[in-house]
């Protein structure tokens, strides 16, 4: 009997520290999120935001912020599926240097002149196939 209290007490707290762990992890990942997705999304708040009534523009923005959280965590998911934990950290520590900051600031423009070096590439691609058929 007092082996079978034991196992259960030393089980206990093996799936309480384990909980702790993947909430740190859960916390950390939307964390690192925000950080990545906050400058990401900006835009397209802005964006959605020119769609609405003048009048109505500040109390669309103030509910449409409220969703983030939601969204963030959500993506937190996504991130915890690719990365470990020490991972996160790892970038997190990175983020809180002034490069890993200026690289959150700027991922949506790289992510745009990106996406139009890419096309140009995409058509040269096209291009070439062509030659090829």
Do not use: C
Request: charged share 25%; net charge positive.
């Amino acid at each position: 009997m007092r082996k079978v209290l034991l196992l259960a007490g030393f089980l206990v707290v093996i799936v309480t520290m384990n909980a702790q762990e993947n909430e740190a992890f859960k916390k950390d990942t939307e964390h690192l999120v925000e950080i990545v997705a906050k400058p990401a999304f900006k835009p397209v708040v802005e964006q959605f935001s020119g769609m609405v009534a003048a009048d109505k523009k500040e109390a669309f923005v103030k509910e449409l912020n409220k969703t983030l959280p939601e969204l963030y965590a959500n993506m937190a998911k996504i991130y915890m599926e690719e990365f470990t934990h020490e991972e996160v950290k790892d970038l997190l520590t990175f983020y809180k240097t002034s490069t890993g900051s200026k690289m959150a600031k700027k991922s949506t423009v790289l992510a745009q002149k990106g996406m139009a070096v890419g096309q140009s590439w995409g058509m040269q691609a096209q291009t070439l196939m062509a030659q090829f058929q």
